[in-house]
């Protein structure tokens, strides 16, 4: 069994900031829990729409209180139309998590929380809609379509967001990864994203400034935007050996290698081998003698050379491609699963609040002596 990493110095590692009941990340060195389930058997078995059931309500639904749910997300797809107005505002240039942060701001003004008694309904509204804003402005953009995200003939929101984004109801198959990828992206303990939900739900503020602000912390290349990162790397090789030789070279000069590392695992990332053996499953439907051969290879040479192991990242990028999902739709489609765990975090800190407020290590100078302007050098 991988022991725990051993963890220390910069950027809070080690320190605990709070409790939680909603996950384990790396207890055992690799493994993770969402309320005791381990991700394997929810990977397996679940559909996303349970599993968002178990972190927001704290128990598996059974099966009427699952048909119910998915029913009420179904009814709240339809996307307000000064939020559509605000989406075909929106330049065909911009980067598509930008689109989801403005969507969920403007979905605050339009549908605020007033106070937490409507925090539930306010959580399955944004799970609902997340995949809608995107897909409607990603279609409304490029292709000067206004699609109706309210009917679908798909009823999970992996499959609603293929559907809304292909103009065509999915595989089984396609459906089917996309579940299981909400499903893994869906909750992590304090991450960034979710640190940044509750310290700002720590202030008493409405849930829509907690996902809007936890969106921007995904948005960066070190978290949730390192998918679109590994995409672009694995895309520049034609071959296994080239893959080799060129990330030889990145670990020469030191170049970071997206999709790789865990702050928290030590020895691998549970949510990797799961994705993995689905890439290969789509890499081997769309006869794919490249992408998925070099992922391999970038895995072997960065075990063999650095101890560095895939993140939940890395192969999401070839699985998400072979669907033919665009690049830059991947971090969106972490925020549609990631929303489930954030607002299970806001609930959690609400229910128990105190205001998140560290302190810091001065290092600036002791005093310094006033000068009026005109004096300054
Ligand atoms: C779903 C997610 O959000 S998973 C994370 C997604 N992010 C990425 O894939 C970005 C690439 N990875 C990284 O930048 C890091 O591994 C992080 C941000 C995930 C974790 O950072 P840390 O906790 O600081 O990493 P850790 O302490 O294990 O780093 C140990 C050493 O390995 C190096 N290292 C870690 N990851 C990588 C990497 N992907 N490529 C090259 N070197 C790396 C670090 O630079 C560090 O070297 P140093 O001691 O010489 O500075
Ligand atoms: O836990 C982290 O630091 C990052 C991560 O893997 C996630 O948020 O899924």
Redesign the pocket.
């Known amino acids: 069994m991988a022991e725990a990493k051993k963890l220390g110095g910069a950027?809070l590692?080690g320190q605990v900031a709070g409790e939680t009941a909603l996950c384990t990340v790396g207890k055992t060195g690799a493994g993770l829990t969402y309320r005791g389930y381990d991700i394997n058997v929810l990977a397996d078995n679940a559909q996303f729409e349970e599993v968002a059931y178990l972190l927001l309500r704290g128990k598996l639904p059974n099966r009427q209180e699952l048909d119910e749910y998915k029913a009420k997300l179904k009814a709240n797809r339809e996307l307000p139309e000064a939020l559509r107005t605000v989406l075909e505002q929106i330049p065909k240039n911009a980067h598509p998590m930008d689109v989801m942060r403005t969507g969920c701001s403007m979905l605050g003004n339009l549908e605020t929380e007033e106070d937490f008694s409507q925090q539930d309904d306010k959580i399955d509204r944004m799970l609902a809609v997340f995949p809608a804003i995107i897909t409607y402005w990603y279609r409304f953009a490029n292709e000067g379509v206004r699609i109706d995200t309210a009917n679908t003939e798909c009823d999970s929101i992996g499959g609603v967001f293929l559907e809304l984004l292909h103009g065509k109801k999915p595989n089984e198959l396609h459906e089917q990864v996309m579940n299981v990828s909400l499903i893994l992206y869906a909750e992590?303990e304090f991450?960034a994203s979710t640190f940044t939900a509750r310290v700002c739900a720590s202030t008493l503020s409405d849930i829509h400034s907690c996902v809007t602000g936890a969106i921007g912390s995904l948005r960066g290349?070190?978290?949730?935007g390192?998918n679109e990162m590994a995409m672009e790397l694995i895309q520049k090789f034609n071959s296994p050996e080239e893959a080799e030789e060129g990330l030889m070279g990145m670990l020469e000069r030191k170049e970071?290698?997206?999709?790789?590392?865990?702050?928290i695992y030590s020895e691998s990332d549970p949510r990797n081998a799961i994705i993995k053996k689905w890439a290969e499953k789509l890499s081997q439907e769309v006869g794919d003698t490249v992408l998925y051969p070099v992922s391999v290879r970038c895995e072997e040479v960065m075990w063999r050379e650095?101890k560095?192991f895939c993140?939940?990242?890395f192969f999401h990028a070839s699985a998400y491609h072979f669907m033919g999902i665009p690049t830059q739709l991947f971090t969106p489609i972490f925020v549609m699963s990631r929303v489930s765990g954030w607002t299970a975090h806001v609930k959690e800190q609400r229910a128990n609040n105190r205001i998140i407020r560290p302190s810091a290590d001065y290092t600036g100078p002791d005093h310094a002596e006033w000068q009026p302007i005109d004096e300054r050098s």
Request: overall charge positive; charged content about 20%.
């Open positions: 950027g590692r992590h991450n290349p070190l978290h949730g390192a970071k290698i997206m999709g790789f590392g865990h702050a650095k560095l993140n939940a990242d």
